[in-house]
């Protein structure tokens, strides 16, 4: 069936550098796109968001992209910091009210 | 401003005991809500969605049961609880934003 994937389960980054998560997805229908973060023992929280029409999209210290043709997506961080830690999920939407989740990067920040 | 809160935190369940989670939202009416499961280490699964009181929407078929008995109250509900039913489970409210969710604190099960 249609799923949404990562490529690294874990990530460990140097604090102050920048990060990047990846995430493949495989549902054409997909136009919608959502990046969040789950510290330990909490519920998910949204970053950031990205739809269809656009490629690139920036909040504060994080950019998502969107990569249409190889069904790409990827959050960066910039200059990492210790409050980074946690799981990230992306998750894919369409028309329906459902969303997608991936099964999760742990990025971990290094003192 | 909204809020969501789930109990119990955390429960230890036998094998075949039955199960009743309790979200509840404030700040907000008429809300659509989820259920998930979070396996260890995985990713999460929608359970149950609800547009409104008495509304439920299955994901998937397994011995879980929903139910919305008031418009800020979601239940989750299971009748004999397997040891599968073990994880982290996630009550959310669908925000204004397309694809935002809020997500409450979860209750982590465990059944031996």
């Known amino acids: 069936g249609e799923s949404v994937g990562l490529h690294l389960p874990t990530l460990s980054v140097q604090e102050g550098d920048n990060s990047i998560i990846n995430c493949a997805y495989s549902?054409?229908?997909?136009?919608?796109f959502i990046w969040y973060k789950q510290e330990s023992g909490k519920g998910p929280q949204f970053i950031i968001d990205?739809?269809?029409?656009?490629d690139k999209r920036q909040g504060q210290r994080v950019t998502v992209l969107l990569n249409k043709t190889v069904k790409h997506l990827s959050l960066q961080i910039a200059a990492t910091q210790p409050g980074d830690s946690a799981v990230y999920f992306c998750?894919?939407?369409?028309?329906?009210?459902?969303?997608?989740f991936g099964s999760g990067t742990r990025l971990l920040v290094r003192p | 401003s909204q809020t969501i809160h789930q109990w119990p935190a955390t429960l230890v369940q036998p094998v075949g005991s039955p199960l009743s989670l309790e979200c509840t939202v404030e700040?907000?009416?008429?809300?659509?809500l989820y259920w998930y499961r979070q396996a260890a280490g995985r990713g999460l699964q929608l359970l149950f969605y609800?547009?409104?009181?008495?509304?439920i929407s299955s994901e998937v078929p397994q011995n879980l049961s929903a139910s919305r008995p008031q418009d800020r109250q979601f239940i989750l509900s299971s009748k004999k609880l397997l040891l599968s039913d073990s994880g982290f489970y996630l009550c959310?409210?669908?925000?204004?934003?397309?694809?935002?969710?809020?997500f409450g604190p979860g209750t982590r099960l465990t059944v031996l």
């Open positions: 959310a409210w669908k925000g204004d934003r397309r694809g935002e969710q809020f």
């Open positions: 998750a894919e939407g369409d028309s329906s009210y459902k969303l997608i």
């Open positions: 700040g907000t009416s008429n809300p659509n």
């Open positions: 549902n054409s229908a997909s136009d919608y």
């Open positions: 609800s547009v409104g009181i008495g509304q």
């Open positions: 990205i739809r269809s029409n656009m």
